[in-house]
């Protein structure tokens, strides 16, 4: 991501199913593979308070592989040989040992790496790579690391994280739309947009200026409502696009769903 | 970003941008529309040291357009009218009005509000958009922002920002290139990789598992080596690649380029 190289997808997977389950993601963070960034990047989440921290790569065997390490030491706790951790890699390696893809069954210090958690953390199961996943409980927060690569993140985070998240975040409803704005420019929609959210407290407007196409400006207004009732959320949301869709008239524009 | 419907594009491209001209992406980081998170966000990077804070949108006119508030309160100074930033938006509404783009041509609140820089800031013209860019002085560090609109992003950095980014960034030479190790687990790879980078301490050697294609592990090398001289930098280079590629047929795996 540093280098422009990679679009860091896996953040925005995590956002994605995070919000879906009514979780409220707060901040993404890039670092490099350096041992002080990664943990002063978890300290600092720590002290914001954040609930949950993700970290996502650098639970491999390569040296540049040091998120354990940089959560170890933003929480001050040693790494030590997690067993429960150092079972699940041997189960793989005898696993690829007899298909043929591993040449030697040695552990050596590179793979038991891979084990070594910080201490109390509990190892998260693995089904589609080698190393497992990490949980940690800090006081009442949680930290929880996933590997890079997209298909081993996305297998341990659904079949092991996501119940644990889900039983943490409350059940609200959330429902969305799209209006698309032409020929009013944004600083005229402006107020239009603060007037409904002062009238509508449950409903969030997000306007994305998309620039212009063939001199007509073009407006996204992403529209967010969330509450506990679905049937309340539904009908609040039908009545705010009805209005803005009559001031955009109103303002000389155009406005479609 | 944070609920997942939008990749962070604009943050690839100044990281690219900026390691093309030699420069170091430290962190990136994605926030909320959020007083307190923007302004802690650039706190922290403060505090942290860095040289140059690059944000991107948030300086438009609607309400969630926060930025500037944001970074205002990071360094504690006051919300001014610039008259020069102030100049170039009754420029831009001039010509939306002559054009027939706008209907009035009002200042309302939300149009000033484009203009209201940090104390002491310096606006940088914005050739696509309405809202200009900001840089800001503080003490050896600076900060810049830019619109989220990607067009406006590009024009303000490429044209505006980058001749300054570029007088405070050495000159460096970097190369770059990619070995695609087969039929070899990254495990088995790792000390292979360490081996290399102690013997070459101008080379740094980064490895993506890539999952694997019908049984057989694929692992991404990516080589970067950095220096002062392009001629010797490129004869490095090239003997880094030799040296992987027999080490990885010595696995019994195979290396292609």
């Not at 280098?3 to 994605?16: D, E, H, Q």
């Not at 901040?27 to 993700?54: N, Q």
């Not at 790569?57 to 170890?72: K, R, Y």
């Not at 790496?113 to 998260?124: D, H, N, V």
């Amino acid at each position: 991501m540093l280098i422009g190289k990679v679009v860091n997808t896996n953040a925005n997977w995590l956002a994605k199913k995070i919000t879906e389950i009514g979780g409220f993601v707060r901040r993404i963070t890039d670092v490099r593979d350096d041992l002080s960034e990664i943990s002063s990047a978890v300290r600092e989440a720590l002290k914001r308070g954040t609930e949950w921290i993700i970290t996502s790569g650098g639970l491999g065997p390569t040296f540049d592989d040091m998120t354990l390490n940089g959560v170890a030491k933003a929480i001050k706790r040693p790494l030590k040989l997690n067993k429960q951790a150092y079972q699940m890699l041997l189960e793989k390696y005898k696993e690829m040992f007899e298909r043929g893809i591993l040449k030697s069954l040695d552990i050596t210090p590179e793979r038991r790496k891979m084990a070594e958690l910080p201490a109390g953390a509990i190892p998260l199961r693995n089904r589609v790579g080698t190393a497992p996943g990490v949980l940690i409980k800090f006081g009442r927060q949680r930290i929880a690391c996933l590997p890079g690569v997209p298909a081993e993140l996305m297998d341990i985070f659904e079949n092991e994280l996501l119940p644990i998240i889900q039983k943490s975040i409350k059940r609200v409803y959330t429902t969305e739309r799209v209006l698309i704005a032409k020929d009013v420019i944004e600083s005229a929609l402006a107020p239009v947009i603060k007037e409904a959210m002062s009238k509508h407290p449950e409903v969030y407007i997000k306007s994305h200026p998309k620039g212009r196409e063939s001199g007509v400006s073009i407006i996204e207004l992403h529209i967010t409502a969330t509450a506990k009732s679905s049937e309340r959320i539904e009908k609040e949301m039908e009545q705010v696009v009805q209005e803005l869709k009559e001031k955009i008239v109103a303002l000389g524009g155009t406005a479609e769903q």
